[in-house]
């Protein structure tokens, strides 16, 4: 992958509002090499979606996040990946990632209230014939996410004019 | 009490940082967007301030050797062979100072006899003349062309020079106006200075931030320059180390015993923190190809020319920088004198900029604008200037 597309995403994952004339700018290229850049990225399944980050705390939502550490027996030929797929499918769960350690799988699940988290847990995960244990942690709260202080001083501490 | 009786009139002549004069008025705008700062926007990256906590913590509290760490001076040396070609022995050519700033101060002091001259190109940082000054020498200001991409030329160089001119300064790439300068153009200043045999004070302070693609060239790595060539560098600009003051000088061996003769009476050592972080600094550099670095400059390379196409189009001239991490867009075309733009500026648009002529009488017409300051805030401040200059 060349250098100005790696610096292309990571400017649009500052900020994917960003316009292209200004992409083109910032990177020194002509506006539509910038604009097929993105486009064959986007074809290709590098650039996924365009999202926003969201301090949910923030709004009136009620919501309650957890992460679930899952074990599993995997499966012949199939590996993790039949199990990941079954567990992925669920609305709840966000994110889904295959870990070296203690657990399998760790996901990151969202869900109305406590009490759907606990049914989706009890009732959907847990229940399916190759998980073997699972181990949910609440999110209390969210410092930093994505790159993104949520809670804190992120200030510029430099004296206004200097030296 | 008239204190004016006691002091040394010569210092007390010396006008105060024309950068410093906005700052009390900026201090009372909670809104305003500075461009006027001289320093990275990033933190000291993470693994470096973590050197020094450790380094505290182990008690390492004392004073270091006069030069600094050898084990520093060592990753200096090791630094500038790699990254520039230059050869600076770490027991003898190379000292630790308190800032690049110190290095300057060292160097005048030590090359300068009453009354000797030295040039001094001009756009160009705010401390040489005053240092010159303070060493009692005579600070020849030369000016330097937009048209000529504010380079130095030879025939500039001969013109300014005197009987008593003793050496010139180099201040590449420039702080205000961004300007590089080459190799060829090098190699022809070098003809000049050594048929004057001047010597060569050269503050390369922002080499890391250069956005060229032939990249940053030294002076002292020409043919017969380095044994006239007091070479002045420093951690805050390519390592985000403002605030830990460590910079160093390297000049040949027997100039060397009197400079660190002034260091070693007055200031005895830099901080050992600092020295310890900035070691971990070019460790971890030599380890990973200065990373660190890498990423610091293509995010300013990002800001730049936003920078520079956003003057374009609100119609002012602007040079196209090439190194540091500032614009001096022309404001002549709208009828007022750079300090005035500045103050209506931080006034009506709350945005502070630098007038050009706190870097030399030849910057009137000129405004230093940084942009080493968050994307949103650019953003924001471009466009209050853009509605500034509508408004003219």
């Avoid at chain 1, 012949?76 to 769960?93: L, N, T």
């Avoid at chain 2, 007038?355 to 471009?382: S, V």
Wanted: charged residues 25%; aromatic residues 10%; contains cysteine.
């Amino acid at each position: 992958m060349e250098n100005s597309q790696i610096e292309l995403l990571q400017l649009l994952q500052q900020d994917c509002r960003m316009p292209l004339e200004k992409l083109a700018v910032m990177l020194g290229e002509p506006m539509e090499a910038v604009g097929r850049m993105i486009d064959d990225m986007e074809k290709r399944g590098i650039i996924l979606r365009y999202a926003p980050v969201i301090n949910w705390d923030k709004t009136e939502r009620e919501r309650v996040e957890a992460m679930i550490e899952v074990r599993v027996t995997p499966q012949r030929d199939e590996g993790f990946d039949a199990i990941a797929k079954r567990i992925y499918r669920f609305d709840e769960v966000k994110s889904v990632y295959l870990m070296s350690g203690a657990y399998d799988l760790l996901l990151l699940v969202e869900a109305h209230t406590l009490k759907d988290l606990a049914y989706f847990v009890s009732t959907k995960l847990s229940v399916l014939e190759t998980v073997t244990g699972t181990a949910t942690h609440f999110v209390l709260k969210r410092y930093k996410s994505d790159g993104v202080i949520f809670e804190g001083d992120a200030q510029d501490k430099r004296l206004a004019v200097n030296p | 009490m008239d204190y004016s009786r006691y002091w040394n009139p010569e210092i007390a002549a010396v006008p105060k940082s024309g950068i410093r004069k906005f700052f009390d008025i900026v201090q009372t705008m909670p809104g305003a967007i500075s461009l006027g700062v001289g320093e990275p926007d990033f933190v000291t990256p993470y693994h470096i301030r973590n050197a020094a906590i450790d380094s505290l913590l182990d008690g390492e509290t004392q004073y270091t050797s006069n030069w600094g760490r050898l084990t520093l001076r060592k990753e200096i040396a090791f630094y500038l062979k790699n990254r520039y070609g230059l050869t600076y022995d770490p027991h003898t050519e190379v000292l630790v100072t308190v800032g690049a700033s110190e290095g300057i101060d060292l160097a005048m002091r030590a090359l300068l006899r009453a009354g000797d001259e030295v040039l001094v190109p001009e756009p160009s940082y705010v401390s040489y003349r005053p240092g010159v000054v303070f060493a009692g020498g005579v600070a020849v200001p030369i000016k330097t062309e937009e048209s000529r991409n504010f380079v130095l030329t030879p025939e500039e160089l001969e013109a300014a020079v005197t009987p008593r001119t003793r050496a010139v300064i180099l201040p590449y790439p420039n702080n205000p106006t961004g300007a590089v300068i080459d190799r060829a153009a090098l190699q022809k200043l070098r003809d000049v200075i050594l048929r004057h045999d001047l010597f060569v004070i050269s503050d390369e302070i922002y080499s890391e931030l250069t956005y060229s693609p032939e990249g940053h060239a030294s002076i002292a790595g020409l043919p017969e320059m380095w044994e006239r060539t007091v070479y002045i560098n420093g951690f805050s600009k390519a390592f985000a180390m403002t605030g830990w003051r460590v910079g160093y000088l390297c000049a040949p061996a027997p100039l060397m015993d009197v400079m660190v003769k002034i260091h070693q009476y007055t200031i005895m050592c830099a901080s050992t923190q600092g020295q310890v972080a900035a070691e971990e600094a070019l460790r971890q550099g030599r380890e990973d190809d200065y990373a660190d670095v890498a990423l610091m400059r293509r995010s300013y390379d990002h800001r730049r020319r936003l920078m520079f196409d956003a003057f374009r189009q609100m119609g002012l001239s602007c040079f196209e920088p090439l190194g540091a991490f500032y614009v001096f867009p022309g404001i002549r075309g709208t009828g007022l004198t750079s300090e005035v733009f500045c103050e209506r500026l931080l006034k009506e648009k709350e945005v502070a900029c630098v007038p050009g002529t706190a870097f030399g009488a030849c910057g009137e017409g000129h405004i230093r604008c940084c942009y080493a300051t968050a994307l949103d805030k650019l953003d924001t401040a471009l466009s209050r200037i853009a509605d500034f200059v509508k408004t003219l």
